[in-house]
């Protein structure tokens, strides 16, 4: 009675007053204090969404949104599967079950995403549980970081090395090969220079081995019978001087 009286003094008509005035109070607190921070999710340059247990977003930030080139209407409600090719759609999937299962923190994945738009790009993932109020596993929040230009530099970087190492091996191989073909010419040189003259002492000799032969029919050189070596080394010139000239061809200096 005398907090009913108390109340009516203070010009409350009725004692729920109070107490509706206070959870009005509160409700206003509440759908401020959610405004701030939706304002701040959205302000930060990081991607942040959070999905239930099945995989269906529950919310994303608008920054999730522009990357992905999708409005937020197009993404509450959806999988992966509904948004991402479906290789992506599955390894998304696959790491949300990891963290489900496992309860452990997935942090710094390297992951390829796709936008509205089919172009690709690259994110750096952090993925965690979310707890309901009986602190059961209900789903995952997920933050991400856009990596694509620094990913694309990685790669160019790669690509440009990988050139220089090709370019570098390539003329290596041309200074072994100039190499390769002045080691080869200079004899062949010297075979082409010096057949002629030769060839020649070999005719200019004949006659006296013939002369020889006759006198001396088991007459031999290098342990051939000298007839057969005559029908021989006559053969062997052209075939020496041709086969210099086709090294050379294949060996130009």
């Known amino acids: 009675m005398f907090i009913y009286l108390a109340l009516i003094r203070c010009g409350l008509t009725n004692p729920y007053d109070l107490l509706f005035r206070e959870l009005e109070r509160e409700k206003a607190m509440l759908r401020e204090t959610q405004r701030h921070l939706s304002l701040i999710v959205d302000t930060v340059p990081a991607l942040i969404w959070q999905k239930d247990h099945d995989g269906t977003y529950l919310q994303v930030n608008q920054t999730f949104c522009k990357t992905?080139?999708?409005?937020?209407?197009?993404?509450?409600?959806?999988?992966?599967?509904?948004?991402?090719?479906?290789?992506?759609?599955?390894?998304?999937?696959?790491?949300?079950?990891?963290?489900?299962?496992?309860?452990?923190?997935?942090?710094?994945?390297?992951?390829?995403?796709?936008?509205?738009?089919?172009?690709?790009?690259?994110r750096l993932t952090d993925r965690m549980i979310f707890r309901n109020h009986n602190n059961s596993p209900a789903g995952i929040i997920g933050f991400a970081k856009d990596i694509t230009q620094h990913k694309t530099a990685v790669l160019k970087a790669g690509e440009q090395q990988e050139q220089l190492l090709q370019a570098a091996k390539m003329t290596a191989l041309g200074t072994l090969v100039a190499g390769m073909a002045h080691e080869v010419n200079n004899p062949n040189n010297f075979i082409m220079l010096n057949s002629p003259l030769l060839e020649k002492s070999w005719h200019d000799a004949v006659p006296v081995l013939e002369a020889h032969q006759k006198r001396h029919p088991e007459f031999t050189l290098a342990g051939i019978p000298f007839l057969q070596m005559r029908e021989y080394v006559t053969e062997l010139f052209p075939e020496l001087t041709k086969a210099a000239n086709e090294s050379n061809a294949l060996c130009p200096s």
């Open 68 to 122: 992905l080139g999708i409005s937020q209407d197009h993404i509450l409600g959806k999988t992966d599967h509904d948004i991402f090719p479906r290789k992506i759609a599955d390894k998304f999937r696959e790491l949300d079950l990891e963290v489900l299962r496992t309860g452990t923190e997935q942090m710094g994945m390297e992951e390829q995403y796709a936008s509205i738009s089919g172009v690709h790009g690259w």
